[in-house]
């Protein structure tokens, strides 16, 4: 007598790899992917006051019209993400241009004021006054700001947070006073119209104000590399993140332990792209594709 075999028929193992083969296509070519950025939509991560609304709905673009020129300008800690922007805004829509310039966050908003700028990139929140005169901030990212050094200091491999608030206070003037050589701290600080000296004032000292006084140099001009190049053995300063992480003659501090590299870093902003009301056909094109997929891909894009 022949023994049965127990079990589904072959059938049902047929079907069942029909439904995960099935499945797995789905998964791997279907599916919508996130972009692997840390793009932000609400103010409240951000760390700084100001403005905070969520990002506005504008589509992205189907067509540009040809000769389509987008003047993009603001912030110096946003040159990158700008820079990587106008690569993929070109790419897609062929015969179109952006132009930009990175003069500081208060001289981006001031062009697009006086119709010099259709988009404003700043490393700040809008003030009320601003908002005021129609002027609407789109939050398209988060950074972060890290404390650096030059390769060679004389100071410690990490700081406090309240050590980093005493030293740019003016407090703390000694790298002995935190574990460093006998040698007077040179604070390198950026000017005042400088998105980033804003956002470090609200972020880094809590609203409260840098110290004055022969330990603290404030530059003309805010420029990263020139304050990178004035640091030295006992200089300190401070720089969007993205600016500074691969650079060869400076050493970024790291701050409680962490580095900027950590999602526990302390010191964290939002960015933005400013335009003005009523929305311009052109301002419209480019945040659009900013904020698109494709866009948010493109946004800290490997150079």
Known sequence: ????????????????????AAGGYWWFFKREVSAPIATLTEGSESGSEGSSSPAPNIPPPASVPTGTNVRL????????????????FEAQFPSTSVTTRAQGSSQGIEAL???????????????????????????V????????????????????????????QGKITNW???????????????????????????IVLGGGEFGTGPTITTLDRDATTPMLQKLGKD????ATASQVMNQTTVRVVAIDGVTPAAESYPFSRQLYYVYREPLSPVAAAFLGYVLSPEGQQQMFASP
């Open 141 to 168: 990212a988060l950074d972060r700001i890290a404390i650096v050094v030059g390769i060679e200091n004389i100071g410690s491999q990490t700081l406090r947070q309240d050590q980093v608030v005493d030293i740019f």
């Open 176 to 202: 002995s006073e935190i574990g460093g050589s006998n040698s007077p701290i040179r604070v390198i600080n950026r000017p005042p119209e400088s998105g980033t000296h804003q956002a470090f004032k609200e």
């Open 73 to 88: 300008e603001g912030s110096t800690s946003m040159v990158t993400l700008n820079a990587n922007l106008k690569a993929g």
């Open 113 to 139: 004021l006086s119709a010099q700028a259709d988009v404003a990139a700043s490393s700040r929140p809008l003030t009320p006054d601003e908002e005021d005169l129609g002027l609407v901030a789109v939050p």
């Open 235 to 238: 200089g300190i300063g401070y």
């Open 1 to 20: 007598m022949s023994l049965q075999k127990s079990g589904p028929p072959p059938i049902v193992y047929i079907l069942l790899f029909l439904v995960l």
